[in-house]
T-cell receptor
Framework: ETGVTQTPRHLVMGMTNKKSLKCEQH?????MYWYKQSAKKPLELMFV???????ENNSVPSRFSPECPNSSHLFLHLHTLQPEDSALYLC???????????????FGPGTRLTVL | GQNIDQPTEMTATEGAIVQINCTYQ??????LFWYQQHAGEAPTFLSY????GLEEKGRFSSFLSRSKGYSYLLLKELQMKDSASYLC???????????FGGGTRVLVKP
């Protein structure tokens, strides 16, 4: 257990559905991240939130919409997805973002998403 | 941009040693990380190298050469539970943005 939980663990959705992924961290961290892990591709950063403010958007299509209501919770709202969006979506958190000292990122177990 | 290369897969025998290499090309380098990820689970932090040299933590060691853009993760006295993917990741000077390699899947056989 890393202190970062994600729900659901598995999700199957059609291209016209709207669904949301949820992440919660119990570590008292201020920065939260969404990553995408596709088969045979490197883990890639999607979004970063620091103190509830979005600080990074790694050119992610608008069909992925993040929301960070507080420092402990992070959502990824999904709509009109494509089959190529099928992947493992990982959430992570760290003490904060930026500065000269690296803060270790703690990952959740991920949500395995399949888009039909 | 950043290029991070590591082998796709390695196989080793229980009790043996395996060395996973990682080469990178990046600007503004500020450290290199190794994570372990078992199938269906979260990546977990193994090591962080920012200066040249060898960092040892029990059965796992990580080495960095900044001038060569090279790192390796050394796994000693392999156990079956070490079968997992090992992810090499580089961080730039600003922020906490990690860029990952494709991962090396290690299979430990009896």
């Amino acid at each position: 257990e890393t202190g970062v939980t994600q729900t659901p663990r598995h999700l199957v959705m059609g291209m016209t559905n709207k669904k949301s992924l949820k992440c919660e961290q119990h570590l008292g961290h201020n920065a939260m991240y969404w990553y995408k892990q596709s088969a045979k591709k490197p883990l890639e950063l999607m979004f970063v939130y620091n103190f509830k403010e979005q600080t990074e958007n790694n050119s992610v299509p608008s069909r992925f919409s993040p929301e960070c209501p507080n420092s402990s919770h992070l959502f990824l709202h999904l709509h009109t997805l494509q089959p190529e969006d099928s992947a493992l979506y990982l959430c992570a958190s760290s003490q904060d973002w930026g500065g000269s000292v690296y803060n270790e990122q703690f990952f959740g177990p991920g949500t395995r998403l399949t888009v039909l | 941009g950043q290029n991070i290369d590591q082998p796709t897969e390695m196989t080793a025998t229980e009790g043996a040693i395996v060395q996973i290499n990682c080469t990178y090309q990046t600007s503004g380098f500020n450290g290199l990380f190794w994570y372990q990820q078992h199938a269906g689970e979260a990546p977990t932090f193994l090591s962080y190298n920012v200066l040249d040299g060898l960092e040892e933590k029990g059965r796992f060691s990580s080495f960095l050469s900044r001038s060569k853009g090279y790192s390796y993760l050394l796994l000693k006295e392999l156990q079956m539970k070490d079968s997992a993917s090992y992810l090499c990741a580089v961080i730039k000077a600003a922020g906490n943005k990690l860029t990952f390699g494709g991962g090396t899947r290690v299979l430990v056989k009896p």
